[in-house]
């Protein structure tokens, strides 16, 4: 039965679930529609990346691994529609590079979840469904590799020019040292106290994030890069980096207090705080890049931009 306009066809491919729901119920025998391309519902709700409609067929219908196994026209499996690279707009997130990694996990996620499993199957054209993902990614992947490479190299820059400075904090002791002996005349003191410790954390968080960003320079590029490994370099870099600024500024201001005169230091707090807040802005500018590093990081299933996320 291939009529291109049922109404379940439709809804299926444009994510309808209640649509789809309400005929399944009703008339269950739906699921054997195909469109003008031999297309049926688990193979329309792959390639348009419906992960909801898709959970729906499955937990309906996984006893019927016919369903399942169909082919379209060009010979096409359900793992071929899946590796298909998606619109712009599919996904609940931007950027080449994330979309790939969502892009990936949509395919590993229809691999996990398939009742029936063919991977080494080849369509019309004599291509595998990871043939299939690398060719239809080969343009994300480098607009993908390029975006890194910008943000890597902006990145490694302020890293290595926190390094420095946190090089240069860590090597100077505040007021000097006891005449005669290495023990600083500082010890004990709060302020003293906070200043190595942050002076330290600014070092060596700013050199792991110069190594992050390095590493992410040095890589291939696969698409398979893009799943795990690179994001996670992003990730820790990035958090490294925002870490390494905030006690780059905590180790100045606890060094320059101890240059306030005494009647000056109940004024320093709130002055170091207003010194913080151009900082404070970009970061806030950069939060919405890191917070979706993490949602596409953590999140199994990737979601369509109509859908919440569940991570």
């Known amino acids: 039965m291939k009529d291109p306009s049922t109404p379940f066809l439709i809804a299926a491919k444009m994510g309808v ?49 016919s369903i ?20 712009d707009d599919t996904w609940r997130i931007h950027g080449a590079a994330l979309q790939i990694q969502w892009d990936l996990k949509w395919y590993d996620h229809i691999k996990s ?10 369509n019309n054209k004599g291509k595998t469904a990871k043939e299939v993902l690398h060719q239809e990614h080969k343009e994300m992947v480098k607009e993908g590799a390029q975006w890194l490479i910008n943000t890597s190299q902006s990145c490694s820059v302020v890293a290595a020019l926190i390094a420095s400075v946190a090089y240069a904090s860590a090597t100077t002791v505040p007021g000097g040292l006891k005449e005669g002996t290495a023990i600083p005349l500082l010890r004990g003191q709060p302020a003293f106290n906070i200043f190595i410790i942050s002076s330290l954390l600014a070092l ?6 110069l190594t992050m960003f390095l590493s992410i320079l040095t890589s291939r590029y696969q698409p398979s890069d893009f799943r795990r490994k690179l994001p996670r370099r992003l990730i820790l870099g990035l958090s490294s980096l925002f870490v390494s600024v905030a ?8 060094g320059h207090f101890f240059d ?11 002055i170091y705080a ?9 970061a806030r500018t950069q939060f919405h890049l890191f917070i979706d590093l993490i949602k596409t990081f953590f999140t199994t299933v990737p979601q369509r931009s109509h859908d919440k996320f569940t991570i």
């Open 17 to 65: 679930l209640e649509i789809v729901q309400g005929i399944m119920k009703h008339h269950p025998m739906a699921i054997h529609q195909e469109d003008v391309e031999k297309k049926n519902a688990v193979l329309l709700a792959i390639e348009h990346k419906h992960p909801r409609t898709y959970k729906l067929l499955c937990d309906n219908y996984s006893s019927n691994q």
């Open 204 to 209: 060596c968080l700013s050199v792991t994030s």
């Open 247 to 254: 006690a780059m500024l905590v180790s100045f201001s606890a």
């Open 274 to 282: 207003l010194i913080s807040l151009p900082v404070s802005l970009y």
């Open 260 to 270: 306030l005169e005494e009647q000056l230091r109940p004024t320093a707090l709130p």
């Open 68 to 87: 399942f196994q169909k082919l379209d026209k060009n010979g096409n499996s359900a793992f071929h529609l899946a590796a298909k690279r998606t619109r």
């Open 113 to 122: 979840t398939m009742p029936y499993k063919s991977f080494a199957r080849q």
